[in-house]
C-alpha cells in the first residue's frame, strides 16, 4: 500500500533562519507532487507540483522553493523565513493528474517568531 | 480562471440529524472534477466523495452524496445520519482536467451536536 510521510510535525522558526520541510511517498513510483499551504481560517493554497524528478512548477510567488531530488521525495525550502511563512503545510502526492484523488500527509505546522 | 467559494463558514447538525455544505465552482471548461474533503481536528485531509463533470448521476459514498447542478455551478455536499465523527472543516475543490491543479475553497466548519 501507498503511504506518505511528511516531517517535523511542528516547527518553531525564528525569522531570516532557513527551511526545509521533507515529503516522501512509498508504494508507488512516478506519484504528482503538491505542496500546499493552510493559512489560519483559509483553505488550502497550492504552493508547488512536480510531475517527475527535477520538474518544478510555483503557483505563487514567493521566498520558498521545492526540489524533487529523487522520484518519492519533495522538499520545501526557504533561504529565510518571513512572519508570513506561519502557517500548516501539507504535502500531497496522486497518480495522475490531481483530478484523481490527492493523498495527504499528515502536515507540518510552521511558527515563524 | 478557476474559484471555488464556500460561502458558509461555519455550520451545525444535530446528531442523526442531515445538514447540507454548499460550494459554487465556478469555470469556464467543460471537463471538470469535483471533490469534498474532510479535515478533522488531526487536520490529515481525507478524500470524502469525487465527482466528474460530464456525469449526470450524483455520486454518493454511503451517508455522504452530492447534489452537482451544472448549470448553476453548485456542488452541494449532504451529510444524512450526521455522527460525531462527521466533526471537521469540509473543503469543497475543483480541478480541471486540461490542467488539472486542484484549488480549495475557504471551507466549512461543521459541528455536530450530541
Known amino acids: 500500500s501507498q503511504t506518505i510521510h511528511q516531517w517535523p510535525a511542528t516547527l518553531v522558526q525564528p525569522v531570516g533562519s532557513p527551511l526545509s520541510l521533507e515529503c516522501t511517498v512509498e508504494?508507488?513510483?512516478?506519484?504528482?507532487l503538491y505542496w500546499y499551504r493552510q493559512a489560519a481560517g483559509r483553505g488550502l493554497q497550492l504552493l508547488f507540483y512536480?510531475?517527475?524528478?527535477?520538474?518544478i512548477s510555483s503557483e505563487v510567488p514567493q521566498n520558498l522553493s521545492a526540489s524533487r531530488p529523487q522520484d518519492r521525495q519533495f522538499i520545501l525550502s526557504s533561504k529565510k523565513l518571513l512572519l508570513s511563512d506561519s502557517g500548516f503545510y501539507l504535502c500531497?502526492?496522486?497518480?495522475?493528474?490531481?483530478?484523481?484523488?490527492?493523498?495527504f500527509g499528515s502536515g507540518t505546522q510552521l511558527s515563524v517568531l | 480562471a478557476q474559484t471555488v467559494t464556500q460561502s458558509q463558514p461555519e455550520m451545525s447538525v444535530q446528531e442523526a440529524e442531515t445538514v447540507t455544505l454548499s460550494c459554487t465552482y465556478d469555470?469556464?471548461?467543460?471537463?471538470?472534477?469535483l471533490f469534498w474533503y474532510k479535515q478533522p481536528p488531526s487536520r490529515q485531509m481525507i478524500l470524502v466523495i469525487r465527482?466528474?463533470?460530464?456525469?449526470?448521476q450524483n455520486a454518493t459514498e454511503n451517508r455522504f452524496s452530492v447534489n452537482f447542478q451544472k448549470a448553476a455551478k453548485s456542488f452541494s455536499l449532504k451529510i444524512s445520519d450526521s455522527q460525531l465523527g462527521d466533526a471537521a472543516m469540509y473543503f469543497c475543490?475543483?480541478?480541471?482536467?486540461?490542467?488539472?491543479?486542484?484549488?480549495f475553497g475557504k471551507g466549512t466548519k461543521l459541528s455536530v451536536k450530541p
Open positions: 465527482q466528474e463533470a460530464y456525469k449526470q
Open positions: 512536480s510531475v517527475g524528478i527535477g520538474q
Open positions: 475543490a475543483g480541478a480541471r482536467s486540461s490542467q488539472g491543479n486542484l484549488i
Open positions: 469555470t469556464s471548461e467543460s471537463d471538470y472534477y
Open positions: 500531497a502526492w496522486s497518480r495522475g493528474q490531481p483530478n484523481e484523488k490527492l493523498f
Open positions: 508504494g508507488t513510483s512516478n506519484p504528482n
